[in-house]
């Protein structure tokens, strides 16, 4: 008894408390954290413009999935541990490195970095399931790390034997891991002897999650502010179009923040008790937040491709059209999971944008890219008027 209680209240000192004011607080740590997210989002971005093709989209998808998951399961497990205690911010730190690694070999995963990136995204899977199973010791949650710790070990192989596999095949093994990877929550977690950990057994503070997937969809579209005015720098002569296109995809940030954000902030505050199961948190945050940030990100590059190049073509239209068509997905996924809501004018919204899209792309050789850019942002600009006006009424309205 003398050599496990001082364990014991080690581990509990690394917890957050259950209840008070602490309890749903995003540290300063969390916040340092996510800045690692800031430079992995620029080299996705990045990555995307190097190779705006099918082939290219196809495995920059597969990166993406890959950082939001790391980013994803730290969130998730920060809804626990306490910020405030120095070994939790060691954790955080050494999990930063992990992140910077995979960043760092982001634009060359597919060629002579495919083992770091692999290795570290391994190597930050299967250390974060090990620190909350000790902090958890002897809890329900700490068991069902230990449900996560399997899967992730499973997935891991794969991510390593796909770094080390050919560059042909390396795509295939690692969409694999990632299939993998995203349908264990959807399996409860179940492990053969072990059980299932049903997501009812993990008890998550719905605001602290709601506040952390509200900072990253920032950073996402900050990503788009720093692709601009980089952009803009790097031109020999700012021409009036350049800075055209700079004020239209502005504009298109600042009316997706909207959209975002009329309904979020109020729709978090006014339904997480009522509904609040982990569940349903799990699809609003895991899985539609990804598609929102993707959409933000696809948005940075649809910016840089109307900035730099005076012709449409397939890949500015897509980005230009898919950017805020992702987004649409993502808040159609992420309303109809915390509110129920059929969410009509996203629908509406999104069979404009791709109407949008389809003329464009039929009429590229006769438009400018300032006729795309301002298409869908009257698109999104519409939406967004609408969304204010339904944000003001009872929760229950249609929108």
Same mark, same amino acid.
């Given at each position: 008894m003398s050599e496990t209680a001082p364990v014991g209240r080690?581990?509990?000192?690394?917890?957050?408390?259950?209840?008070?004011?602490?309890?749903?607080?995003?540290?300063?740590?969390e916040l340092f954290f996510d800045l690692v997210y800031v430079f992995a989002i620029i080299?996705?971005? %990045?990555?995307l413009l190097a190779d705006p093709t099918w082939s290219g989209a196809a495995q920059v998808g597969v990166l993406y999935l890959a950082v939001w998951w790391a980013w994803n399961y730290t969130a998730w497990a920060m809804n626990w541990l306490d910020p405030r205690n120095g070994w939790v911010r060691l954790f955080n730190a050494v999990l930063m490195l992990a992140?910077?690694?995979?960043?760092?070999?982001?634009? %060359?995963?597919?060629?002579?970095?495919?083992?770091?990136?692999?290795?570290?995204?391994?190597?930050?899977?299967?250390?974060?399931?090990?620190?909350?199973?000790?902090? &958890?010791?002897?809890?329900?949650?700490?068991?069902n790390y230990l449900h996560l710790f399997t899967w992730s070990a499973v997935a891991g192989v794969l991510w390593i034997v796909g770094a080390l596999a050919p560059e042909d095949a390396r795509l295939w093994v690692w969409l694999l891991a990632l299939a993998i990877d995203y349908l264990a929550p959807r399996a409860?977690?179940?492990?053969?002897?072990?059980?299932?950990?049903?997501?009812?057994?993990?008890p998550v503070d719905a605001e602290h999650l709601a506040e952390r997937n509200r900072l990253v969809f920032i950073i996402a579209l900050g990503e788009s502010i720093l692709i601009m005015g980089f952009t803009l720098s790097e031109l020999d002569v700012i021409s009036t179009s350049a800075v055209v296109v700079t004020i239209l995809g502005f504009v298109g940030l600042l009316v997706q923040w909207w959209n975002y954000f009329a309904i979020a902030g109020p729709e978090v505050a006014d339904h997480s008790g009522e509904r609040g199961e982990t569940r349903v948190l799990r699809s609003a945050f895991a899985y539609a937040h990804s598609v929102m940030v993707a959409g933000?990100?696809?948005?940075?590059?649809?910016?840089?491709?109307?900035?730099?190049h005076d012709h449409l073509d397939g890949p500015m239209v897509l980005?230009?059209?898919?950017?805020?068509?992702?987004?649409?997905?993502?808040?159609?996924?992420?309303?109809?999971?915390?509110?129920?809501?059929?969410?009509r004018s996203r629908y509406i919204a999104g069979g404009l944008l791709v109407l949008v899209g389809v003329l464009t792309y039929a009429a590229r050789?006769?438009?400018?890219?300032?006729?795309?850019?301002?298409?869908?942002?009257?698109?999104?600009?519409?939406? &967004?008027?609408?969304?204010?006006?339904?944000?003001?009424?009872? &929760?229950?309205?249609?929108r």
């Open positions: 080690f581990a509990s000192v690394l917890t957050r408390p259950e209840s008070g004011p602490r309890r749903s607080e995003v540290g300063p740590i080299q996705i971005s %990045h990555t992140g910077l690694g995979m960043a760092l070999a982001l634009p %060359h995963a597919f060629d002579e970095d495919g083992l770091l990136f692999a290795g570290c995204f391994v190597f930050a899977q299967l250390l974060r399931p090990l620190f909350m199973m000790y902090a &958890a010791r002897g809890k329900q949650l700490g068991r409860d977690f179940r492990v053969p002897g072990l059980g299932s950990a049903p997501m009812s057994t993990w933000a990100i696809v948005v940075a590059v649809s910016i840089e491709l109307r900035t730099t980005t230009t059209v898919g950017g805020p068509l992702l987004y649409l997905v993502g808040n159609v996924l992420y309303l109809r999971s915390r509110t129920g809501q059929v969410a050789d006769e438009l400018e890219p300032f006729a795309l850019g301002l298409s869908t942002v009257l698109v999104m600009v519409g939406l &967004a008027v609408y969304t204010q006006r339904m944000s003001s009424r009872p &929760a229950s309205a249609p």
